[in-house]
């Protein structure tokens, strides 16, 4: 368990902050929240927390007694984050004189003294070499390891929150303290597998977590927000709001457990995490079997500019009856197919956004081989006095597989919202104010021409 300190001065007793929880979003920032029990004299107590993260949003911090027992008051709180090193150290004893030690092979450690003259440090995090007077002559080079006085008492570890509080009584209490701290991210990535030419899919999603706050936290309870918060930009916003949105349901049996929170989806993770500083882990949250999932192929002649690509997607719906039905954070989503041998192949890779449940996922896997189109303007006219312009076109479509398909060869009304098909080969099927589509099933080698007339009024 990680055990950051906590000092309690002026006459109170040390303790210990418990119990790690994090809500991690989208956005890369966390909520992080910690148990922290304090021992409260009346009067005024001085309280400094060593166990935050190197990426506090420091007026986002909050501490409170969660139980509501205690009356205090809050009457300073700050954030430190300029924790000792060697050469902040070497800084404080300039123009002093120094032990080095010097460790030398099968031979006792050597003590040489030497003058500081110059640290090294530099507020802001810029080198720059030290220089030490040795025998009263200088060198860039630390002649040992320094050995350093007292640390002193205003001087930190770890970064540092710290609180003046005013208690009206005497007790100890379970305080909660939370902030917000940058330095993490989230995200979602989904498997999917196929045998040859089949339309049902093994499902393997994932969420993989980075830490990057400066921070390890271990046996942590932790949560994951899908969706859309918004933040200010260039300011860190108000921490009330935040801790509603952090608030979520106790664990559970399954590895992941997803509900509905406010207008987002929170998933909750069933046993505890230890999420360490620099580390990324992944935990599977979904995993299902025979989904289907049809291909569906569409030519877009248009909008290609009569190249003859044929677009590949997949499409399956969000529900339970389909095997799925969990709300699905945004995610990179990768298809593999099993060729006769069972071996696994790459086939197309794509992201689907936020996806609720029982909604239609439709992803784009990458273009057919064996499909091909033609698109063609046959003819165009334009009567500008009468506002009247009519537009024939001629789409060639070739199936080169030895099974049948069906293409969708989608249209669109570019010139005004006001049209109408004059003329029509097939039937369409109208999908929105500018777009149409002719559904053409075609057997292996067999091609089709699809042709119509559209007439444009303004």
């Known amino acids: 368990m990680k055990l950051p300190v906590l000092f309690l001065l002026a006459g109170a007793s040390a303790a210990l902050a418990a119990d790690p929880a994090l809500t991690i979003y989208n956005g ?29 949003e420091a007026d986002s911090v909050l501490l409170r007694d969660v139980a509501g027992k205690a009356e205090f008051q809050i009457l300073e709180q700050s954030y430190r984050n300029d924790p000792v090193s060697q050469a902040m150290l070497l800084s404080l004893f300039e123009g002093q004189t120094l032990e080095f030690v010097r460790h030398e092979t099968n031979k006792p450690d050597l003590v040489v003294p030497g003058k ?44 540092t929150l710290n609180w003046k509080l005013n208690s009206a009584s005497v007790g100890r209490i379970s305080a909660e303290v939370a902030y917000l701290s940058k330095g993490f991210t989230w995200e979602a990535s989904y498997n999917l597998v196929a045998a040859e030419q089949s339309d049902l899919l093994d499902v393997v999603g994932w969420v993989t977590m980075n830490n990057q706050s400066g921070m390890t936290f271990a046996d942590a309870k932790l949560k994951l927000m899908a969706g859309d918060v918004h933040r200010v930009v260039n300011r860190t916003r108000g921490f009330g709001d935040a801790m509603l949105m952090a608030e979520a349901a106790r664990g559970a049996d399954k590895v992941v457990t997803e509900k509905s929170f406010d207008e987002f989806h929170l998933y909750t993770l069933g046993n505890p995490v230890t999420l360490r500083d620099k580390e990324t882990k992944q935990v599977e949250f979904v995993r299902a079997t025979g989904v289907k999932a049809e291909r569906v192929y569409v030519y877009d002649g248009a909008y290609q500019g009569g190249a003859g690509k044929v677009q590949v997607y997949r499409e399956f719906k969000n529900t339970e009856a389909n095997k799925l039905g969990l709300a699905l954070p945004k995610g990179k989503v990768r298809f593999y197919s099993q060729d006769g041998d069972r071996q696994l192949e790459f086939v197309g890779e794509n992201e689907i956004d936020h996806t609720p449940k029982n909604e239609l996922i439709r992803v784009l896997t990458g273009n057919s081989f064996d499909l091909v189109g033609e698109h063609r303007m046959a003819n165009e006219s334009e009567d500008g006095a009468n506002h009247v312009a009519t537009q024939t076109f001629e789409i060639k479509v070739r199936n080169r597989k030895k099974e049948p398909v069906v293409i969708r060869v989608r249209e669109h009304a570019h010139r005004s919202n006001t049209w109408t098909l004059t003329a029509q080969s097939q039937p369409h099927e109208k999908k929105d104010a500018h777009t149409f589509e002719f559904r053409v099933p075609l057997q292996p080698d067999e091609e089709k021409v699809i042709t119509y007339t559209i007439r444009y009024t303004w």
């Open 28 to 56: 890369g920032y966390a909520v992080v929240r910690e148990t922290l029990p304090i021992d409260l004299k009346a009067g005024v107590n001085q309280v400094s927390f060593a166990g935050a993260t190197a990426q506090v």
């Open 116 to 159: 500081v003259v110059r640290s090294g440090f530099v507020p802001g995090g810029r080198f720059v070499e030290p220089i030490i007077e040795v025998d009263g002559k200088l060198q860039f080079l630390l002649p040992g390891q320094p050995r350093f006085p007292s640390l002193g008492n205003d001087n930190i570890l770890k970064p």
